[in-house]
């Protein structure tokens, strides 16, 4: 009996010390862990009203636009202004191809896209689950089955390593809070061979009448780009007011 004591005590003082090692070391971890985010990020208290004052390689982040403004997304008169369906034609797509379309937002371009993967498929990837709400809807109302919406965060897209053929991103790589994090899992989720598209408004230009936090010069996307190993192939200046930037492992 005084054997079986003084075995349940050595037990329970081991787990106890384990615990409170466990209550010593997270802290420790923790710190570790926002240094290691803060040394990529910057954050300033003064900021431009259309940025989250958070800062990336020497670009103040953009607010992402809500759920609230789909109907902008859907807009008659996107076709005239920004020519998407030269976007689609440019992709090149293959049938059999799966395309992550990454702020996917409505599934304005997603819808475009699958209609060329007769064999393959899109995934319509956004952080609002609202948005995708409204894909689900639009892929019941027009029968179409080849879309499949999911639900990401802030650091995780939620595509599995290499599963994708390509990442295309439509106006929303200059709105991810954090884009380093979100490229690192984009890059792994690329197939071999695989490409990664991006068509941001043109941030060169002054009289690209857009805010200036939702436009990007080739020059800075090609550095966020190289720091998480995309190495930088062509670009393609067809649309009347955004760069088409290719990119590949």
Excluded at 146 to 155: D, H, K, S
Aim: proline share 5%.
């Amino acid at each position: 009996m005084r054997k079986q004591l003084k075995y349940n005590f050595l037990c329970l003082t081991l787990v106890s010390l384990l615990i409170l090692w466990g209550y010593l070391l997270f802290p420790i971890q923790t710190a570790i862990a926002a240094t290691a985010t803060s040394s990529i990020y910057e954050q300033k208290l003064v900021h431009s009203p259309d940025g989250i004052g958070k800062y990336y390689m020497g670009r103040e982040i953009a607010k992402y636009m809500s759920h609230t403004g789909a109907a902008w997304l859907e807009r008659p008169s996107r076709e005239a202004e920004e020519q998407p369906s030269k976007i689609v034609t440019a992709l090149n797509l293959k049938p059999t191809d799966i395309v992550a379309d990454i702020g996917a937002g409505t599934g304005y371009l997603s819808f475009r896209i699958a209609s060329q993967l007769t064999q393959g498929k899109v995934l319509a990837v956004d952080i609002q689950p609202e948005m995708l709400d409204i894909i689900d809807f639009l892929k019941k109302e027009n029968n179409i089955t080849n879309v499949e919406p999911v639900l990401a965060t802030a650091t995780n897209p939620n595509l599995a390593p290499a599963s994708i053929d390509l990442a295309l991103m439509v106006d929303a790589y200059h709105e991810f809070e954090y884009p380093q994090q979100i490229m690192q899992a984009i890059s792994k989720a690329l197939k071999p061979g695989g490409r990664v598209v991006l068509v941001e408004y043109r941030g060169e230009n002054p009289f690209i009448f857009i805010k200036a936090l939702h436009k990007m010069t080739q020059k800075q996307v090609k550095k966020e780009m190289q720091a998480v190993g995309l190495v930088w192939r062509q670009t393609k200046n067809f649309l009347p007011q955004q760069h088409f930037m290719v990119f590949e492992k």
